[in-house]
């Protein structure tokens, strides 16, 4: 990072505005910036999952995904600049089929739940959908590239798969909805 932050008070942002990373000033209401902020949020839950006791290979890709989303958010800082592609989508696609290779088919609807790890991992599935959705509401305004979309929508899948990951691995059952009482 060239530029350092050296004053994290600035008051800018008292009148309901922030700044983008252009230089632009929007409300902090903007689709943009809900999405921004949608973005950030779903990182600090998978710091959150991160921080959890993890075999090697959860925790390096939870790190990975870290980074995609930091990328992800710059690209929706700056717009011009896409940063979010192929490369993120395969690494993405992947990761999926490589989880869910351990795995049964599933027989029921998951609940989210089992152990604190899975928990987490469909906070950050749910989290992650809602980045999608202020993604969407932002591109009904907006053009946007399409690589960030088709990111948040691979990542709630593989959240998923890694809820049952976590689960299968720390020998937990998930846990299933057992459907209206007839």
């Excluded at 599933?106 to 989210?112: I, K, S």
């Excluded at 946007?144 to 929508?153: D, E, I, S």
Aim: overall charge negative.
């Amino acid at each position: 990072m060239s530029d350092r932050l050296d004053r994290i008070v600035t008051r800018t942002g008292d009148d309901g505005s922030t700044g983008l990373a252009d230089g632009r000033r929007v409300p902090k209401h903007d689709p943009r910036i809900e999405a921004l902020g949608a973005v950030d949020e779903l990182n600090s839950f998978v710091g959150l999952l991160a921080a959890e006791a993890l075999d090697d290979d959860l925790a390096a890709l939870l790190a990975a995904i870290q980074n995609d989303l930091f990328d992800l958010g710059g690209e929706l800082a700056l717009p011009e600049r896409p940063q979010v592609g192929d490369g993120h989508l395969g690494r993405i696609e992947a990761a999926v089929a490589t989880f869910n290779a351990e795995l049964p088919p599933l027989a029921e609807f998951v609940l989210p739940g089992g152990g604190r790890p899975a928990a987490l991992a469909h906070v950050c599935r749910s989290v992650c959908r809602r980045a999608e959705r202020r993604l969407t509401a932002l591109a009904a305004v907006e053009l946007l590239a399409t690589g960030p979309g088709k990111y948040l929508n691979r990542l709630s899948d593989l959240f998923f798969v890694l809820a049952r990951t976590l689960n299968r691995r720390a020998g937990r059952a998930e846990p299933t909805w057992r459907g209206p009482a007839r």
